[in-house]
Protein backbone atom coordinates (compact mmCIF):
# COMPACT_ATOMS: atom_id res chain seq x y z
CA UNK A 1 0.00 0.00 0.00
CA UNK A 2 1.47 3.46 -1.15
CA UNK A 3 1.67 6.03 2.16
CA UNK A 4 -1.34 8.07 0.64
CA UNK A 5 -4.56 7.07 -0.44
CA UNK A 6 -5.73 4.65 -3.11
CA UNK A 7 -9.56 4.34 -5.04
CA UNK A 8 -11.43 1.35 -4.97
CA UNK A 9 -14.56 -0.01 -5.93
CA UNK A 10 -15.98 -2.73 -3.98
CA UNK A 11 -19.40 -4.36 -1.98
CA UNK A 12 -20.80 -4.07 1.59
CA UNK A 13 -20.22 -6.83 2.81
CA UNK A 14 -20.82 -6.26 6.81
CA UNK A 15 -22.79 -3.56 9.05
CA UNK A 16 -23.57 -3.21 12.16
CA UNK A 17 -25.98 -0.46 12.48
CA UNK A 18 -25.49 -0.29 16.46
CA UNK A 19 -21.86 0.15 16.54
CA UNK A 20 -21.37 1.72 12.70
CA UNK A 21 -18.43 -0.80 11.87
CA UNK A 22 -18.61 -2.53 8.89
CA UNK A 23 -16.72 -3.72 5.96
CA UNK A 24 -16.31 -3.63 2.57
CA UNK A 25 -14.69 -6.42 0.28
CA UNK A 26 -13.00 -4.85 -2.55
CA UNK A 27 -12.84 -6.39 -6.38
CA UNK A 28 -9.33 -7.46 -5.66
CA UNK A 29 -10.67 -9.56 -2.89
CA UNK A 30 -9.13 -7.31 -0.33
CA UNK A 31 -11.52 -6.71 3.35
CA UNK A 32 -10.91 -2.95 4.80
CA UNK A 33 -12.97 -1.83 7.99
CA UNK A 34 -15.03 1.06 8.16
CA UNK A 35 -16.79 3.54 10.37
CA UNK A 36 -20.20 4.75 9.10
CA UNK A 37 -18.66 8.44 9.36
CA UNK A 38 -17.13 7.30 6.06
CA UNK A 39 -20.06 7.34 4.28
CA UNK A 40 -20.10 10.28 2.44
CA UNK A 41 -23.69 10.80 2.23
CA UNK A 42 -23.88 11.79 6.14
CA UNK A 43 -26.66 9.29 6.74
CA UNK A 44 -24.36 6.93 8.37
CA UNK A 45 -26.91 3.93 7.06
CA UNK A 46 -25.49 2.01 4.56
CA UNK A 47 -27.18 -2.02 3.34
CA UNK A 48 -24.90 -5.10 3.28
CA UNK A 49 -24.45 -5.95 -0.90
CA UNK A 50 -24.71 -2.03 -1.75
CA UNK A 51 -21.91 -1.55 -4.73
CA UNK A 52 -19.55 0.86 -3.37
CA UNK A 53 -16.34 3.42 -4.26
CA UNK A 54 -14.06 4.43 -1.67
CA UNK A 55 -10.81 5.22 -0.26
CA UNK A 56 -8.39 3.19 1.77
CA UNK A 57 -5.66 4.88 3.97
CA UNK A 58 -3.22 3.41 6.37
CA UNK A 59 -4.04 3.86 9.93
CA UNK A 60 -3.07 2.36 13.24
CA UNK A 61 -2.61 -1.65 12.18
CA UNK A 62 -3.87 -1.42 8.90
CA UNK A 63 -5.72 -0.10 6.88
CA UNK A 64 -9.53 1.71 6.63
CA UNK A 65 -11.96 2.22 3.61
CA UNK A 66 -12.88 6.19 3.80
CA UNK A 67 -14.92 8.79 1.99
CA UNK A 68 -17.28 5.73 0.75
CA UNK A 69 -19.59 6.49 -1.91
CA UNK A 70 -22.94 4.11 -2.39
CA UNK A 71 -22.26 3.34 -6.62
CA UNK A 72 -26.47 2.13 -6.10
CA UNK A 73 -28.76 2.70 -3.59
Known sequence: MPQSFIA???EVSHF???SGLG????T???AY???CIEINDE?????IGVKVTCEIW???GGYEAV???ALDK
Open 67 to 69: NIA
Open 58 to 60: PVL
Open 16 to 18: DSA
Open 28 to 30: QGE
Open 8 to 10: VNG
Open 23 to 26: QILT
Open 33 to 35: RFH
Open 43 to 47: SREIN
